[in-house]
């Protein structure tokens, strides 16, 4: 099981991944990164790690997300071809 995060980690993280939605990707570093420069408020170590890895798990669900969509629509064609 995983470690839960607290209510002020996701709002910052969906707050940001909303406002600079080019700016973060899927490494964790380089997310890092971006949030020493662009949170919104100070950030100590620890809160910046826990955001940014985070949002490193909000792209990848957004990314599944997209790719079932795409799966779907393919079979939805398929079968509209079919009949």
Do not use: W
């Not at 470690?3 to 707050?15: D, G, H, L, P």
């Amino acid at each position: 099981m995983g470690r839960v995060k607290t209510k002020s980690v996701k709002r910052i993280a969906k707050y940001l991944l909303e406002m600079y939605p080019d700016a973060f990707n899927k490494d964790f570093q380089h997310n890092k990164q971006v949030l020493k420069e662009k949170s919104p408020v100070p950030l100590t170590k620890k809160e910046r790690n826990k955001i940014a890895g985070y949002i490193v798990r909000l792209i990848k669900l957004k990314e599944k997300a997209i790719e079932k969509e795409t799966e779907r629509e393919q079979e939805e064609e398929v079968e509209t071809e079919e009949q």
